[in-house]
Protein backbone atom coordinates (compact mmCIF):
# COMPACT_ATOMS: atom_id res chain seq x y z
CA UNK A 1 0.00 0.00 0.00
CA UNK A 2 1.42 3.06 -1.08
CA UNK A 3 0.79 6.42 1.67
CA UNK A 4 -1.56 9.03 0.32
CA UNK A 5 -1.67 8.64 -3.09
CA UNK A 6 1.74 8.48 -3.98
CA UNK A 7 2.77 7.13 -7.15
CA UNK A 8 3.49 3.18 -6.64
CA UNK A 9 6.95 3.37 -9.04
CA UNK A 10 7.63 6.62 -6.80
CA UNK A 11 6.94 4.62 -3.57
CA UNK A 12 9.26 1.58 -4.79
CA UNK A 13 11.99 3.61 -5.70
CA UNK A 14 12.03 5.65 -2.47
CA UNK A 15 11.95 1.82 -0.97
CA UNK A 16 15.00 1.24 -3.12
CA UNK A 17 16.76 4.57 -1.96
CA UNK A 18 16.43 3.13 1.55
CA UNK A 19 18.08 -0.24 1.23
CA UNK A 20 20.40 1.12 -1.51
CA UNK A 21 23.07 2.00 0.57
CA UNK A 22 23.38 -1.60 2.74
CA UNK A 23 22.99 -3.68 -0.31
CA UNK A 24 24.43 -2.80 -3.59
CA UNK A 25 24.67 -6.62 -4.84
CA UNK A 26 20.99 -5.34 -5.79
CA UNK A 27 22.34 -2.64 -8.49
CA UNK A 28 22.34 -4.97 -11.70
CA UNK A 29 18.68 -7.33 -10.83
CA UNK A 30 16.04 -6.71 -12.74
CA UNK A 31 12.78 -5.86 -11.02
CA UNK A 32 9.28 -4.29 -12.03
CA UNK A 33 7.82 -1.11 -10.48
CA UNK A 34 4.13 -1.32 -10.82
CA UNK A 35 2.70 1.76 -13.44
CA UNK A 36 6.08 1.84 -15.12
CA UNK A 37 6.51 -1.18 -16.65
CA UNK A 38 9.59 0.47 -19.03
CA UNK A 39 11.64 0.62 -16.14
CA UNK A 40 13.50 -2.52 -15.18
CA UNK A 41 16.97 -1.98 -13.34
CA UNK A 42 18.14 0.66 -11.35
CA UNK A 43 20.16 2.02 -14.26
CA UNK A 44 17.24 3.50 -16.31
CA UNK A 45 15.85 4.92 -12.63
CA UNK A 46 19.15 6.89 -11.48
CA UNK A 47 18.51 9.47 -14.07
CA UNK A 48 17.79 13.12 -13.60
CA UNK A 49 13.99 13.28 -15.78
CA UNK A 50 13.04 10.46 -13.20
CA UNK A 51 14.91 11.44 -10.10
CA UNK A 52 14.85 15.22 -9.95
CA UNK A 53 11.03 15.01 -10.03
CA UNK A 54 10.83 12.96 -7.57
CA UNK A 55 13.14 15.33 -4.90
CA UNK A 56 10.70 18.05 -5.81
CA UNK A 57 7.94 16.08 -5.51
CA UNK A 58 9.28 15.24 -1.70
CA UNK A 59 9.37 19.14 -1.18
CA UNK A 60 6.81 20.42 -2.11
CA UNK A 61 3.86 18.01 -2.19
CA UNK A 62 4.94 15.62 0.66
CA UNK A 63 6.53 18.99 2.22
CA UNK A 64 9.66 16.68 3.65
CA UNK A 65 12.25 18.39 5.28
CA UNK A 66 15.40 18.75 3.66
CA UNK A 67 17.54 16.47 5.99
CA UNK A 68 14.77 14.00 5.20
CA UNK A 69 14.93 13.86 1.48
CA UNK A 70 19.02 13.58 2.01
CA UNK A 71 18.75 10.95 4.51
CA UNK A 72 16.34 9.03 1.78
CA UNK A 73 18.24 10.15 -1.60
CA UNK A 74 21.57 9.68 -0.47
CA UNK A 75 21.51 5.62 -0.50
CA UNK A 76 20.67 5.95 -4.00
CA UNK A 77 23.88 9.14 -4.42
CA UNK A 78 25.87 6.30 -2.55
CA UNK A 79 24.91 3.46 -4.65
CA UNK A 80 25.18 5.40 -8.31
CA UNK A 81 28.74 6.69 -7.13
CA UNK A 82 30.53 3.73 -5.41
CA UNK A 83 28.94 0.35 -7.46
CA UNK A 84 30.55 -0.55 -10.91
CA UNK A 85 27.52 -0.92 -12.97
CA UNK A 86 27.31 3.42 -13.31
CA UNK A 87 31.06 3.63 -13.43
CA UNK A 88 30.79 4.81 -16.65
CA UNK A 89 28.04 7.97 -15.97
CA UNK A 90 28.83 11.25 -13.67
CA UNK A 91 25.95 11.21 -11.12
CA UNK A 92 27.37 14.49 -8.86
CA UNK A 93 24.26 16.11 -10.38
CA UNK A 94 22.17 14.06 -7.38
CA UNK A 95 24.28 15.87 -4.51
CA UNK A 96 23.28 19.29 -6.57
CA UNK A 97 19.72 18.97 -6.64
CA UNK A 98 19.94 17.72 -3.11
CA UNK A 99 21.72 21.01 -2.37
CA UNK A 100 19.33 22.87 -3.79
CA UNK A 101 15.91 21.85 -1.67
CA UNK A 102 15.42 25.04 0.73
CA UNK A 103 15.75 24.46 4.38
CA UNK A 104 13.12 24.70 6.40
CA UNK A 105 12.56 28.28 7.62
CA UNK A 106 14.03 29.20 11.38
CA UNK A 107 10.68 30.24 12.76
CA UNK A 108 8.53 26.85 11.43
CA UNK A 109 11.36 25.01 12.69
CA UNK A 110 10.78 26.95 16.27
CA UNK A 111 7.31 26.64 15.96
CA UNK A 112 7.72 22.80 15.63
CA UNK A 113 9.64 22.51 18.01
CA UNK A 114 7.16 23.97 20.05
CA UNK A 115 4.55 21.84 19.44
CA UNK A 116 6.71 19.04 20.50
CA UNK A 117 7.06 20.59 23.67
CA UNK A 118 6.03 18.50 26.49
CA UNK A 119 5.69 19.50 29.69
CA UNK A 120 5.92 17.66 33.43
CA UNK A 121 2.31 16.83 32.91
CA UNK A 122 3.80 14.63 30.40
CA UNK A 123 6.27 12.65 32.55
CA UNK A 124 3.50 12.08 34.93
CA UNK A 125 0.93 10.94 32.58
CA UNK A 126 3.01 8.88 30.93
CA UNK A 127 4.52 6.83 34.07
CA UNK A 128 1.07 6.04 35.31
CA UNK A 129 -0.02 4.78 32.22
CA UNK A 130 3.00 2.76 32.27
CA UNK A 131 2.47 1.51 35.64
CA UNK A 132 5.31 3.15 37.99
CA UNK A 133 6.98 0.43 40.04
CA UNK A 134 5.98 -1.98 37.69
CA UNK A 135 2.40 -2.50 38.96
CA UNK A 136 1.33 -2.51 35.94
CA UNK A 137 2.90 -5.61 35.09
CA UNK A 138 0.78 -7.67 37.79
CA UNK A 139 -1.76 -8.75 35.47
CA UNK A 140 0.59 -9.49 32.72
CA UNK A 141 2.50 -12.77 31.65
CA UNK A 142 6.34 -12.69 32.61
CA UNK A 143 7.61 -13.19 29.41
CA UNK A 144 5.54 -9.73 28.33
CA UNK A 145 6.29 -7.85 31.53
CA UNK A 146 10.18 -7.87 31.34
CA UNK A 147 9.98 -5.95 28.71
CA UNK A 148 7.18 -3.42 29.80
CA UNK A 149 9.42 -2.93 33.23
CA UNK A 150 12.73 -1.91 30.99
CA UNK A 151 10.52 0.58 28.73
CA UNK A 152 9.13 1.97 32.27
CA UNK A 153 12.72 2.77 33.62
CA UNK A 154 14.18 3.73 30.22
CA UNK A 155 11.79 6.18 30.12
CA UNK A 156 11.20 6.92 33.81
CA UNK A 157 15.30 7.73 33.62
CA UNK A 158 15.54 11.03 31.97
CA UNK A 159 13.02 12.71 34.19
CA UNK A 160 15.54 12.64 36.78
CA UNK A 161 18.74 12.37 35.09
CA UNK A 162 18.66 14.02 31.89
CA UNK A 163 21.56 12.05 29.81
CA UNK A 164 22.54 11.99 26.77
CA UNK A 165 21.31 9.09 24.47
CA UNK A 166 25.05 7.92 24.55
CA UNK A 167 25.59 7.51 28.03
CA UNK A 168 22.17 6.09 28.67
CA UNK A 169 23.33 3.63 26.20
CA UNK A 170 26.58 2.56 27.47
CA UNK A 171 25.09 2.55 31.43
CA UNK A 172 27.34 -0.71 31.89
CA UNK A 173 26.74 -2.62 35.05
CA UNK A 174 29.20 -6.18 34.51
CA UNK A 175 31.61 -6.58 32.03
CA UNK A 176 35.54 -6.81 32.02
CA UNK A 177 35.51 -3.13 31.00
CA UNK A 178 35.03 0.16 33.05
CA UNK A 179 32.00 -0.68 34.84
CA UNK A 180 29.97 3.04 35.02
CA UNK A 181 26.58 1.88 37.26
CA UNK A 182 27.70 0.08 40.84
CA UNK A 183 26.23 -0.57 44.53
CA UNK A 184 29.26 1.01 46.98
CA UNK A 185 30.19 2.93 49.38
CA UNK A 186 30.88 6.45 48.73
CA UNK A 187 34.67 7.39 47.98
CA UNK A 188 35.77 9.60 50.76
CA UNK A 189 36.68 12.20 49.04
CA UNK A 190 32.93 12.81 47.98
CA UNK A 191 31.34 12.03 51.35
CA UNK A 192 31.41 15.69 52.55
CA UNK A 193 30.00 17.21 49.58
CA UNK A 194 27.30 19.78 50.58
CA UNK A 195 24.91 19.01 47.79
CA UNK A 196 24.24 15.66 48.29
CA UNK A 197 20.19 15.32 48.60
CA UNK A 198 18.61 15.26 52.35
CA UNK A 199 18.25 11.65 52.51
CA UNK A 200 21.73 10.87 51.11
CA UNK A 201 23.23 13.08 54.09
CA UNK A 202 21.06 11.89 56.29
CA UNK A 203 21.71 8.10 55.81
CA UNK A 204 25.81 8.77 56.06
CA UNK A 205 24.67 10.30 59.43
CA UNK A 206 23.62 7.28 60.74
CA UNK A 207 26.20 4.84 58.58
CA UNK A 208 29.65 6.59 56.92
CA UNK A 209 29.95 3.14 55.29
CA UNK A 210 26.20 3.05 53.65
CA UNK A 211 26.11 1.67 50.51
CA UNK A 212 23.89 3.19 47.78
CA UNK A 213 23.73 2.92 44.07
CA UNK A 214 25.58 5.45 42.25
CA UNK A 215 26.97 5.98 38.43
CA UNK A 216 30.52 7.05 37.02
CA UNK A 217 31.66 7.91 33.65
CA UNK A 218 34.99 8.93 32.31
CA UNK A 219 36.24 12.12 31.02
CA UNK A 220 36.55 10.35 27.71
CA UNK A 221 32.63 8.72 27.65
CA UNK A 222 30.75 12.31 28.09
CA UNK A 223 30.63 15.47 25.75
CA UNK A 224 32.16 17.95 27.61
CA UNK A 225 35.15 15.61 27.80
CA UNK A 226 34.64 15.82 32.20
CA UNK A 227 34.52 13.27 34.22
CA UNK A 228 30.79 12.41 36.05
CA UNK A 229 29.90 10.90 39.42
CA UNK A 230 26.85 11.23 41.24
CA UNK A 231 24.08 8.73 43.16
CA UNK A 232 21.06 7.47 41.51
CA UNK A 233 18.21 9.49 42.34
CA UNK A 234 16.05 7.57 45.19
CA UNK A 235 12.74 7.89 42.92
CA UNK A 236 14.27 5.55 40.51
CA UNK A 237 15.62 2.89 42.51
CA UNK A 238 13.17 0.40 43.30
CA UNK A 239 12.38 0.42 39.85
CA UNK A 240 16.10 -0.27 39.19
CA UNK A 241 16.40 -3.28 42.01
CA UNK A 242 13.29 -5.17 40.49
CA UNK A 243 14.50 -5.06 37.00
CA UNK A 244 17.86 -5.97 38.02
CA UNK A 245 16.61 -8.76 40.06
CA UNK A 246 13.74 -10.36 37.72
CA UNK A 247 13.53 -8.75 34.32
CA UNK A 248 16.83 -7.96 32.38
CA UNK A 249 17.95 -11.80 33.29
CA UNK A 250 15.01 -12.60 31.12
CA UNK A 251 15.83 -10.31 28.17
CA UNK A 252 19.47 -10.84 27.80
CA UNK A 253 20.80 -13.02 25.32
CA UNK A 254 24.43 -14.22 25.80
CA UNK A 255 26.76 -13.39 25.57
CA UNK A 256 25.86 -10.29 28.14
CA UNK A 257 26.40 -6.97 26.88
CA UNK A 258 26.75 -5.44 30.24
CA UNK A 259 24.70 -2.94 29.63
CA UNK A 260 21.72 -1.74 32.01
CA UNK A 261 19.44 -1.21 28.72
CA UNK A 262 18.98 -3.75 25.98
CA UNK A 263 16.81 -4.12 22.51
CA UNK A 264 14.55 -6.78 22.21
CA UNK A 265 17.10 -8.93 20.73
CA UNK A 266 18.90 -9.18 24.59
CA UNK A 267 22.06 -6.81 23.16
CA UNK A 268 22.95 -3.53 23.59
CA UNK A 269 21.14 -0.73 22.38
CA UNK A 270 22.26 1.27 19.28
CA UNK A 271 21.17 4.59 18.91
CA UNK A 272 18.66 3.49 16.61
CA UNK A 273 16.99 1.67 18.90
CA UNK A 274 16.96 4.07 21.01
CA UNK A 275 14.85 6.62 18.35
CA UNK A 276 13.00 3.68 17.85
CA UNK A 277 12.03 2.60 21.50
CA UNK A 278 11.35 6.77 22.64
CA UNK A 279 9.49 7.69 19.43
CA UNK A 280 7.13 4.69 19.84
CA UNK A 281 5.99 5.07 23.81
CA UNK A 282 5.52 8.55 23.32
CA UNK A 283 3.48 8.32 20.50
CA UNK A 284 1.87 5.41 22.08
CA UNK A 285 1.59 7.06 26.05
CA UNK A 286 1.56 10.79 25.32
CA UNK A 287 0.04 11.13 21.81
CA UNK A 288 2.87 12.90 20.05
CA UNK A 289 6.46 12.00 18.78
CA UNK A 290 9.24 12.59 21.08
CA UNK A 291 13.11 12.31 20.81
CA UNK A 292 15.43 11.16 23.01
CA UNK A 293 17.85 14.61 22.82
CA UNK A 294 14.23 16.69 23.18
CA UNK A 295 13.63 14.56 26.80
CA UNK A 296 17.02 16.76 27.63
CA UNK A 297 14.92 19.67 26.42
CA UNK A 298 11.86 18.91 28.22
CA UNK A 299 14.01 18.47 31.70
CA UNK A 300 15.59 21.69 31.05
CA UNK A 301 12.43 23.93 30.67
CA UNK A 302 10.55 22.34 33.31
CA UNK A 303 13.16 22.84 35.51
CA UNK A 304 13.18 26.50 34.91
CA UNK A 305 9.70 26.35 35.27
CA UNK A 306 10.18 25.03 38.70
CA UNK A 307 12.63 28.02 39.50
CA UNK A 308 15.79 25.94 39.26
CA UNK A 309 18.73 28.14 38.84
CA UNK A 310 20.73 28.03 35.29
CA UNK A 311 24.27 26.63 37.18
CA UNK A 312 22.59 24.15 38.69
CA UNK A 313 20.87 23.47 35.20
CA UNK A 314 24.01 23.65 33.64
CA UNK A 315 25.56 21.07 36.65
CA UNK A 316 22.37 17.98 35.57
CA UNK A 317 22.91 18.64 32.20
CA UNK A 318 27.19 17.74 32.13
CA UNK A 319 27.66 21.55 30.49
CA UNK A 320 31.04 22.95 30.45
CA UNK A 321 29.64 26.15 28.76
CA UNK A 322 27.02 27.94 30.07
CA UNK A 323 26.00 29.62 27.06
CA UNK A 324 25.09 25.95 25.87
CA UNK A 325 22.53 25.80 28.98
CA UNK A 326 21.15 29.15 27.63
CA UNK A 327 20.38 27.97 24.37
CA UNK A 328 17.94 24.98 25.91
CA UNK A 329 16.42 28.21 27.91
CA UNK A 330 15.60 30.10 25.08
CA UNK A 331 14.20 26.89 22.87
CA UNK A 332 10.58 27.29 24.03
CA UNK A 333 10.43 30.99 24.51
CA UNK A 334 9.34 30.48 28.36
CA UNK A 335 8.66 33.52 30.95
CA UNK A 336 10.59 31.53 33.56
CA UNK A 337 13.61 30.18 31.65
CA UNK A 338 13.76 33.96 30.23
CA UNK A 339 13.51 35.35 34.09
CA UNK A 340 16.36 33.13 35.05
CA UNK A 341 18.22 34.16 32.05
CA UNK A 342 17.84 37.91 33.32
CA UNK A 343 18.75 37.15 36.85
CA UNK A 344 21.73 35.20 35.83
CA UNK A 345 23.47 37.78 33.31
CA UNK A 346 21.98 40.94 35.66
CA UNK A 347 24.93 38.86 38.41
CA UNK A 348 27.07 38.30 36.01
CA UNK A 349 27.00 40.93 33.35
CA UNK A 350 25.56 44.16 34.92
CA UNK A 351 26.38 45.87 31.55
CA UNK A 352 24.60 43.06 29.21
CA UNK A 353 21.27 44.19 31.04
CA UNK A 354 21.42 47.58 30.65
CA UNK A 355 21.84 47.49 26.93
CA UNK A 356 19.00 45.54 26.78
Request: with cysteine; hydrophobic share 35%.
Amino acid sequence: MCPDGMPNWRYALLLSATFAKPSCRSAGSRFTLQGRADLTSLRQVIVPEIICPLIDWLASERKCKKTTITVRLSGIHYLACTHGLFAERDYSWIRVKLNRVEKEPKHLLENRKKQKYVRTIFSLQFRSRFGMNGSATNSLTQSSAHGLVHDELFMSWPHYLPWRQRNLRELSISGSGFVSLIYDEISPDLKHRLDWPTWVRNALKKDPRQMFWHFIFRATQTKGKRSVRDIIPRELLPLLKMYLKTYRPLLVVPPDPGTLFLNRNGDAMSSKDVLALVTRLTIRHAGTRVTPHLLRNIYAANFLEKGGKIEKLQQELWQADIATTQKYCRRFDLSHAVIRLDEYFAKTDPGRMAHN
